[in-house]
């Protein structure tokens, strides 16, 4: 399995970008990190293989969107109402989770290079 991110790039406060992680396999649980200068890498959001449940960490509730289209193998962010602390390098990753475990880095055993996005005001 090969992760490959794209959609990064700089945005001003209040603005929206769409993430795209490829290559994430139909029966994987594909989550997003992001890590922030000088911070650790903090779960972001999570979907199962099957695509209808979705997880995300409370600071990017109500304003990032996780999806998946199968048919592309394709995992997508929808991050709007863009805030300067979202400013990090996201990583999409994929493995075979349960529930309990899709918040912990070490349980994914895939990994993108990361994509860069800049808020600025």
């Known amino acids: 399995v090969q992760l490959v991110e794209s959609g990064g790039g700089s945005v001003q406060v209040g603005g929206s970008l769409r993430l795209s992680c490829e290559g994430s396999?139909?029966?994987?649980?594909t989550g997003w990190f992001r890590q922030a200068p000088g911070k650790e890498r903090e779960f972001v959001a999570a979907i199962k293989s099957g695509g209808g449940s979705t997880y995300y960490a409370d600071p990017v509730k109500e304003r990032f969107v996780i999806s998946r289209n199968n048919a592309k193998g394709t995992v997508y962010l929808q991050m709007n109402s863009l805030k300067a602390e979202d400013t990090a390098i996201y990583y999409c990753?994929?493995?075979?989770?349960?529930?309990?475990?899709?918040?912990?880095?070490?349980?994914?055993?895939?990994w993108g290079q990361g994509t860069l996005v800049t808020v600025s005001s």
């Open positions: 990753a994929a493995g075979s989770l349960i529930t309990s475990t899709l918040r912990e880095q070490s349980r994914y055993n895939y």
């Open positions: 396999e139909r029966g994987l649980t």
